[in-house]
C-alpha cells in the first residue's frame, strides 16, 4: 500500500511541476512579445518621423534587446532573477 501512495504523490508532484513549468514558460513569452511590440513602435514612430532614434530610444531599445536575448539564452536564471524582485 505505501508503494502505491508513494507511486500517487511522484505523479501529482510531476504534473503540478509541468502545469508550473508552462506557466513560466508562458509568462516569459508574454514577456517578449511586450518587449518586441515596445521596439517595434519606437522603430515605426522614428521611421514615419524620418529621424534617427534619440539616445533615450537607443537605450531603451538595446535594454529590450538584452533581455530578450537572455530570455532566449537563460530562461531559468532570468525566472530567478524576476522572482528575487518580486
Do not use: C
Not at 16 to 26: H, L, M, P, W, Y
Not at 42 to 66: H, P
Amino acid at each position: 500500500m505505501r508503494y502505491h501512495a508513494y507511486l500517487q504523490w511522484v505523479r501529482m508532484a510531476s504534473r503540478n511541476f509541468s502545469r508550473t513549468a508552462v506557466t513560466k514558460t508562458e509568462e516569459l513569452n508574454k514577456r517578449k512579445v511586450e518587449l518586441l511590440d515596445a521596439q517595434t513602435l519606437v522603430l515605426n514612430a522614428s521611421m514615419e518621423a524620418k529621424r534617427k532614434l534619440s539616445d533615450a530610444e537607443e537605450a531603451t531599445f538595446q535594454a529590450s534587446t538584452k533581455e530578450i536575448v537572455d530570455i532566449d539564452q537563460n530562461p531559468g536564471s532570468l525566472r530567478r532573477n524576476r522572482e528575487e524582485q518580486d
